[in-house]
């Protein structure tokens, strides 16, 4: 039941600049290159027991426990993903385990991609009560970030075949001026395939800088956020 689980406090990444949205980032993010077991057999079904050929122009990030400390090593989960090239990556983005993003050459973010932690102490298998409250947590500590925070519906999803819960959000029209960026979002909580009182929380964002997207049915499906998407893997590298 939700009132056994006492819930850890959730964390992530925030996106740079976008506490100001619209404006240049606050700072450059150093660029580096970094370089599972299927959860049962559907996954295994659907995406085949062997890794997918890495889409060209792209480069690859493993989590990795090495150098993690407090509740990023606490709850430490292992995970992967493929992402553009182009995109600049900080590795240590703490309190998260990683940020990726898409900017423009005036450094306004395009897109953005991290992934943070969050925990319990009890299984939160199937508990959609208790993920609903730990992403309503993640909403309240990341909407001071972005101006005109607009929570817009929730519900159970799925990542790559991952079944997840997820909150979504925009930037409330009528706080828009002239000049200044529009932005979607989507904070996704996945479970650990070894304990399902731990996870991963992806967050991801796109403004109106994104080609083909217009709206929060195109984040993650448009633009270049489905590379990352369609290349996520929980579990230690093969």
Same mark, same amino acid.
């Given at each position: ?105 005036? =450094? ?11 925990? !319990? %102490?009890?299984? #939160?298998? @199937?508990?959609?009560? /208790? ?61 650990? =395939? ?11 964002? !796109? %403004?109106?800088? #994104?080609? @083909?997207?217009?709206? /929060? ?22």
């Amino acid at each position: 039941m939700l009132g056994c689980l006492a819930l850890i406090v959730v964390v992530i990444a925030l996106f740079g600049g976008l506490a100001y949205l619209g404006l240049k980032k606050a700072s450059d993010v150093a660029e580096s290159q970094n370089a599972n077991a299927d959860r049962n057999a559907n996954r295994s079904a659907n995406r085949g027991t062997t890794p997918a050929p890495r889409p060209s122009g792209t480069r690859h990030y493993a989590n990795a426990r090495q150098g993690r400390t407090g509740n990023l090593d606490k709850y430490y989960v292992d995970f992967s993903f493929d992402y553009p090239s182009s995109w600049k990556l900080d590795p240590a983005p703490e309190p998260s385990y990683v940020r990726v993003e898409h900017s423009t050459a005036d =450094d306004l973010t395009v897109e953005n991609f991290s992934v943070g932690w969050f925990g !319990a %102490t009890g299984n #939160a298998k @199937g508990n959609t009560e /208790l993920l609903a409250k730990m992403a309503g947590q993640l909403a309240d500590q990341v909407s001071g970030n972005f101006p005109g925070f607009q929570k817009v519906s929730e519900g159970e999803t799925t990542v790559n075949s991952y079944d997840g819960y997820e909150l979504r959000f925009q930037r409330d029209p009528s706080t828009i001026s002239a000049g200044q960026l529009n932005y979607w979002g989507r904070i996704v909580l996945l479970l650990s =395939d070894d304990d399902p009182s731990r996870g991963v929380s992806l967050i991801m964002l !796109a %403004t109106d800088k #994104a080609e @083909g997207v217009e709206g /929060l049915d195109g984040v993650g499906v448009r633009g270049e956020l489905p590379v990352i998407l369609n290349s996520f893997r929980l579990g230690a590298p093969e």
